[in-house]
């Protein structure tokens, strides 16, 4: 059972103050008003569905995954599929993890409650190894366990714009970790989300799954949303009735959206907490999470399709088990300058930086890992060029990552795509990369 209660951008700037909304969404509820139904079939045909596209409006939708600009997705040289807000809604996913089961060549398993193990093309793990995972730009990648913790990705569903999937790798621009795939995901601005949005739903596992979220704006480009979420799963089943894995986890954030002639700013947030039960073994142990992170954006529109594009994120971690704990304050920075040379190059170049200072919490005599304090590093740079030997039609991208880190040294990392457009409706690829 679940009730929602949505208010559309009204024309007049005010909006309804979040009390007074939120006591007429009661008041609905114990009088029994009717749902609008007619306006909520209108806001869902004027959302353009994916299945009432037409073959050039599908080969029209716009990806940012593959080199960071925007581009349409039949002349990306990669295996990508972007799975829509349309499709996470009507499929009935209470996860990010669950949502990821519409991508075609995305393999996911539940292991328990708390776990999954998604993979890309049979490469399959609970720590979703090798998958560049990037919530808005952020990696939510973790060097302990070198992988996911997929329990701890949550968000309002509705607030996702889309979820972008390149299967194999992700080419030069984006950082390590993105040899067997890359899974962006990407919300929506503030300004697709405005007024009061309150969701409740309940079941036999996912127990209880409550959030509320306000978005306001003006005018003169910027908008704001704030948002509150918690959940309650009960466990999955198990042939021995030994139900470990109920958990829970409540977070809050916001983020904010300003946009002016040229220029575009976003800055985003959000907090969390809860615990995750798993066993190891034969042992039951529950981890107690908490964290949070700030995420600021800035882009600029140049001539010609040219831009630039800047990022800068603090990511805090928190996460201690039974038999081992981590604390971990990671800042990124990254950079990239797209622009157009000529009529048949586009050069796209960059860099990043990656801290990670951490600590390991060691809890029982026999698991340790030597030294308990130390700081990760990741250092990137790359240059990339697409050229057009056949304007439209043939089309060569050369490129080359720069990376040291403290785990393997420097690496250079080169790549070379193709792609082949003889009609406006087919395509084909091919590209080797180290």
Not at 362 to 388: A, K, M, R, S
Request: net charge neutral; aromatic share 8%.
């Amino acid at each position: 059972m679940a009730f929602q209660l949505m208010k559309t951008r009204p024309s007049n700037p005010r909006t309804v103050p979040p009390f007074c909304a939120g006591l007429l969404f009661l008041l609905a509820i114990l009088l029994g008003t009717p749902c609008p139904a007619q306006e909520i079939a209108a806001n869902e045909s004027q959302e353009n569905p994916l299945k009432q596209m037409s073959l050039e409006e599908l080969g029209s939708v716009r990806v940012t995954s593959v080199k960071k600009a925007p581009e349409e997705i039949w002349k990306t040289p990669a295996a990508i599929y972007v799975i829509t807000q349309e499709q996470i809604r009507r499929s009935g996913a209470t996860s990010i993890a669950d949502a990821l089961r519409l991508a075609p060549g995305v393999e996911v398993a539940r292991i328990s409650s708390t776990t999954w193990a998604i993979g890309m093309r049979g490469l399959q793990s609970n720590f979703s190894k090798s998958v560049l995972v990037l919530i808005d730009g952020r990696s939510v990648y973790t060097p302990l366990l070198a992988g996911v913790y997929w329990d701890v990705q949550d968000l309002i569903l509705e607030n996702i714009d889309r979820i972008e999937v390149i299967r194999g790798p992700g080419g030069t621009v984006w950082g390590p970790n993105a040899v067997n795939g890359v899974i962006n995901i990407i919300t929506k601005p503030t300004s697709e989300a405005r007024g009061l949005l309150v969701t409740a739903g309940g079941g036999n596992v996912d127990r209880t799954i409550d959030q509320i979220q306000y978005g306001g704006g003006n005018s003169r480009g910027f908008g704001y949303r704030v948002y509150a979420k918690g959940f309650a799963r009960g466990p999955e089943y198990h042939a021995d009735r030994d139900n470990f894995d109920a958990w829970h986890q409540e977070r809050g954030g916001f983020r904010m959206d300003w946009d002016s002639d040229r220029d575009s700013y976003m800055l985003e947030g959000d907090i969390y907490g809860g615990d995750s039960p798993h066993r190891i073994g034969t042992t039951d142990v529950t981890d107690s999470l908490s964290g949070g992170n700030v995420v600021a954006r800035w882009q600029r529109s140049l001539k010609n399709g040219s831009g630039l594009y800047l990022e800068a994120y603090f990511d805090r971690t928190i996460r201690l088990g039974a038999q081992l704990g981590e604390t971990r304050n990671t800042i990124d920075i990254d950079f990239l300058h797209h622009l157009k040379v000529g009529s048949r190059n586009e050069v796209s170049w960059g860099g990043g930086l990656r801290l990670s200072p951490n600590r390991f919490v060691q809890e029982q005599p026999g698991i340790n890992l030597v030294p308990h304090v130390e700081t990760d590093h990741t250092y990137t740079g790359f240059l990339q060029d697409e050229i057009q030997v056949v304007q439209n039609r043939l089309a060569f991208t050369l490129g080359a990552k720069l990376q040291e880190n403290n785990f393997s040294g420097f690496d250079i990392q080169p790549t070379v795509r193709v792609l082949w457009t003889p009609t406006t409706h087919q395509s084909l690829w091919a590209d080797v990369t180290r």
